[in-house]
């Protein structure tokens, strides 16, 4: 059964720390997403990745970056946490290159509740 | 204006009967459009893609899409207690990557 799995299900964190979340997909995907989902703004794009080494900016990359080393893995960091970044984090991958085809599914991870205190 | 939109709901419809979810979009060049579904507390997950003009059915589902108007929609027939959920619709346009609404709850009561 395809899986992508994201390595914490709630993580509590302090103003001003380094914050690593960590994705891994077993279906030798192409593309990789991170987004942010929270109440009232639905699902927001932070960044993604159609190659090893190569990532998008999304809609709302600020105060994040990115790290795609190997194919199956895309980590996403939080290099200063801040309160505003407390939210949902889903990791979803996809095959199909750069360009999501007609009928691409998104497979999601469980997604990582941060808390930033 | 967003560029996906949908009402957040909750709408609510009793067993048996037909939900019908609704969203407009902004951008005139989307290609694919997208129905998931997520329980609370849970991933999305695809349940309907489309992306001509008319009807697609598959099972108790039909997604319906007008580009003329830029709107897609989902009818869920017969729906049941276990089609309560929140209803995603998404869309790939000028950039290759898909752009979600805020999604609509749906309750269906007993």
């Known amino acids: 059964d395809v899986k992508v799995t994201q390595s914490s299900r709630y993580l509590v964190k302090r103003t001003g720390e380094k914050v690593f979340l960590e994705c891994v997909q077993d279906?030798?995907?192409?593309?990789m997403f991170w987004y942010r989902q929270d109440p009232g703004l639905g699902l927001r794009l932070i960044y993604f990745?159609?190659?090893?080494?190569?990532?998008e900016k999304g809609d709302i990359p600020e105060g994040y970056s990115v790290s795609r080393e190997k194919k199956e893995r895309f980590s996403l960091i939080l290099e200063s946490a801040s309160t505003n970044q407390t939210s949902m984090y889903l990791c979803?991958?996809?095959?199909?290159?750069?360009?999501?085809?007609?009928?691409?599914?998104?497979?999601f991870g469980s997604g990582t509740q941060l808390s930033v205190l | 204006q967003k560029e996906v939109e949908q009402n957040s709901g909750p709408l609510s419809v009793p067993e048996g009967a037909i939900a019908s979810l609704n969203c407009t979009y902004s951008?005139?060049?989307?290609?694919?459009f997208f129905w998931y579904r997520q329980y609370s507390g849970k991933s999305p997950e695809l349940i309907m893609s489309?992306?001509?003009?008319g009807d697609k059915e598959d099972g108790r589902f039909t997604a319906q899409l007008n580009k003329a108007s830029q709107y897609v929609s989902l009818l869920i027939r017969d729906s049941q207690p276990s089609d309560s959920a929140t209803y995603l619709c998404?869309?790939?346009?000028?950039?290759?990557?898909?752009?979600f609404g805020t999604g609509t709850r749906l309750q269906v009561t007993l």
């Open positions: 979803a991958s996809t095959s199909g290159g750069a360009v999501i085809a007609t009928n691409e599914k998104l497979f």
């Open positions: 279906m030798d995907h192409e593309n």
């Open positions: 990745s159609y190659d090893v080494k190569m990532k």
């Open positions: 951008d005139r060049v989307s290609q694919s």
């Open positions: 489309i992306y001509s003009n």
């Open positions: 998404a869309l790939t346009g000028t950039a290759s990557k898909l752009t």
